[in-house]
Nanobody
């Protein structure tokens, strides 16, 4: 499956952004979809994932309810709504696909190219 993430940009602290990840190729609805991020000089870290049907989600503990992951299988798209953004949320955000539920980057089989989110203070 091919993934393309978009929607990043520059936003002030406290603002919101919605990232999208469009999938093509193999059956999108057969994959758990995840969002990860990587800040400069840091390792890639898990942000959120959503089950194939969208009925189950999981989030990194540090988010404290600020982000929401969702998906539209009819549109082959997964979203990440990011609210109350902080400067420490600045990173390249990646979407990824895996055939089972996992929060480990190394388990994911397919990756998008990443989209940069910059939060100014």
């Amino acid at each position: 499956v091919q993934l393309q993430a978009f929607g990043g940009g520059l936003v002030q602290a406290g603002g919101s952004l919605r990232l999208s990840c469009a999938a093509s190729g193999r059956t999108f609805s057969g994959y758990v979809m995840g969002w990860f991020r990587q800040a400069p000089g840091k390792e890639r870290e898990f942000v959120a994932r959503i089950s194939q049907s969208g009925g189950s989600t999981a989030y990194a503990g540090f988010l404290k309810g600020r982000f929401t992951i969702s998906r539209d299988n009819a549109k082959n798209t997964v979203y990440l709504q990011m609210n109350s953004l902080k400067p420490e949320d600045t990173a390249v955000y990646y979407c990824a696909a895996v055939s089972f539920g996992s929060s480990r980057a190394r388990d994911y089989d397919y990756w998008g190219q990443g989209t940069l989110v910059t939060v100014s203070s």
